[in-house]
């Protein structure tokens, strides 16, 4: 059982940027792929990023490549996103997620066991 809490949300003008940080519970962290997931009101939710147990890979949705980041710290039981140059079209409620599969499958929803309450990311225009 992991549990796992997001923080870090909050509003920021176009262009801007925010780290969010997820801190899970559990002596085995390092056993899960890690992942971010976005919604927005009237939309399923979308994966965004997401990375291997070891931190050595990474995959990306095309909206965020270039501008969002993903690292974690399997020592803290962290796993953040750094958002750089945020549009309006990057509000939404970010949710962090875990999966005990491979990388491989990482951008599918279902795939993941544990997901975290989610934190708000407003972007202003």
């Known amino acids: 059982q992991v549990q796992l809490v997001e923080s870090g949300g909050g509003l920021v003008q176009a262009g801007g940027s925010l780290r969010l940080s997820c801190a899970a519970s559990?002596?085995?962290?390092?056993?899960?792929?890690m992942g971010w997931f976005r919604q927005s009101p009237g939309k399923e939710r979308e994966f965004v990023a997401a990375?291997?147990?070891?931190?050595?890979?990474?995959n990306y949705a095309d909206s965020v490549k270039g501008r969002f980041t993903i690292s974690r710290d399997n020592t803290n039981n962290m796993v953040d996103l750094q958002m750089n140059s945020l549009k309006s079209e990057d509000t939404a409620v970010y949710f962090c997620?875990?999966?005990?599969?491979?990388?491989?499958?990482?951008?599918?929803?279902?795939?993941?066991?544990?997901w975290g309450q989610g934190t708000q990311v407003t972007v202003s225009s």
């Open positions: 559990g002596r085995t962290f390092s056993s899960y792929t």
């Open positions: 990375i291997s147990r070891n931190g050595g890979l990474r």
């Open positions: 997620a875990a999966n005990l599969g491979g990388i491989g499958q990482s951008k599918t929803t279902s795939v993941y066991d544990f």
